[in-house]
């Protein structure tokens, strides 16, 4: 992928940048930084904070880098909850490039990182005792699962101004449809038409506070 260039942010974590869409994969302020405010404390922490369920059943949308699948693993293990992981990717990175990324700060995470890039697509694939993973190569468009299958969402798409397809109400509501009652949508976006579609579906939107360098984000609850 000639369009992907390696980038240094914030707090010292790569990031990506595609070039074509002038858009990077992780916030500039720091990578490591958002996925931890945004996804797991705000999205798997929050949820086991209020369900005992195991295992808890992730969906992510937009596998990229696989930061945010290394740090729920991570995570997983920290607080011993069994998890679930499918995460959709419909334009893998090159082992090349994932070769360089520096989540890993450890040897045991950079085996935790290689195994986790190495388990095979469209396979349930045990990486820890309490991690298992799915990775799907599919767009969200096409990519079934029954209704209430999920937990959590992380909702880790390009930003609405470079894939706008991605977050128009009939995608949301496909979305929202796959979660479980009390289950939880998480995203680093704070757009007010996200929020007022997400309301329209039903679900308690939450303005929070945004990882550093960005004023708020959105978490939204299924309550029925």
């Not at 992780?26 to 798997?44: P, R, Y």
């Not at 209430?148 to 706008?164: C, M, N, R």
């Amino acid at each position: 992928m000639n369009n992907i260039q390696i980038i240094s942010t914030a707090d010292g974590s790569h990031s990506l940048l595609n070039t074509a869409l002038n858009e990077t994969y992780h916030s500039v302020h720091g990578a490591v930084q958002e996925s931890l405010h945004v996804f797991i404390k705000n999205g798997l922490d929050f949820f086991c904070e209020r369900s005992a369920q195991t295992p808890v059943r992730i969906l992510e949308i937009g596998f990229g880098t696989g930061l945010n699948a290394l740090l729920t693993a991570q995570r997983a293990s920290a607080i011993n909850r069994n998890i679930h992981y499918t995460t959709l990717e419909a334009f893998p990175l090159s082992s090349e490039i994932l070769s360089q990324l520096n989540y890993a700060d450890s040897p045991e995470a950079k085996d935790l990182f290689q195994k986790i890039h190495a388990a095979q697509w469209s396979k349930d694939e045990v990486i820890t005792a309490n991690f298992t993973l799915s990775k799907r190569e599919i767009t969200l468009q096409v990519f079934e699962a029954e209704p209430s299958t999920f937990d959590v969402v992380y909702f880790d798409a390009f930003a609405p101004g470079k894939q706008p397809e991605m977050w128009i109400i009939d995608i949301l509501e496909k979305v929202v449809q796959k979660l479980t009652t009390n289950g939880v949508f998480v995203t680093y976006c704070a757009k007010g038409q996200l929020k007022r579609d997400l309301k329209s579906l039903n679900m308690v939107v939450e303005t929070l506070s945004g990882p550093p360098g960005k004023k708020e984000m959105v978490r939204a609850l299924k309550i029925s």
